[in-house]
Nanobody, 124 residues
């Protein structure tokens, strides 16, 4: 059993920053690939970023590369997503997820546990 709780979402103007946190409980997140997804109204859930269980390898979708940074603190059992230079198209519900697979990829179906989501709204 893994429980994930996101926090840090909110309303921000374009160009601003937000920092999201995903706190895990029930099981340690040290052996999971962790990912962030987002879903805009009327759109499919979209991969944003992932990080390896050791925290030494990261991957980002092209649209956020250079603006977002994923990180984790295994001692705190928490994953973070620092979002800078936010754009209106970044608006959506952001979900934290973990995958038990050796290769998780970018497909939401490959992730096994999900948080409840936190709303991020970027105004122009």
């Amino acid at each position: 059993q893994v429980q994930l709780v996101e926090s840090g979402g909110g309303l921000v103007q374009a160009g601003g920053s937000l920092s999201l946190s995903c706190a895990g409980s029930g099981r340690s997140l040290t052996t999971y690939i962790m990912g962030w997804f987002r879903q805009a109204p009327g759109k499919e859930r979209e991969f944003v970023s992932r990080i390896s269980w050791r925290g030494d390898r990261t991957f980002y979708t092209d649209s956020v590369k250079g603006r977002f940074t994923i990180s984790k603190d295994n001692n705190k059992n928490t994953v973070y997503l620092q979002m800078n230079s936010l754009k209106p198209e970044d608006t959506g519900v952001y979900y934290c997820a973990c995958s038990t697979r050796a290769i998780a990829g970018t497909l939401a179906a490959n992730y096994d546990y999900w948080g409840q989501g936190t709303q991020v709204t970027v105004s122009s």
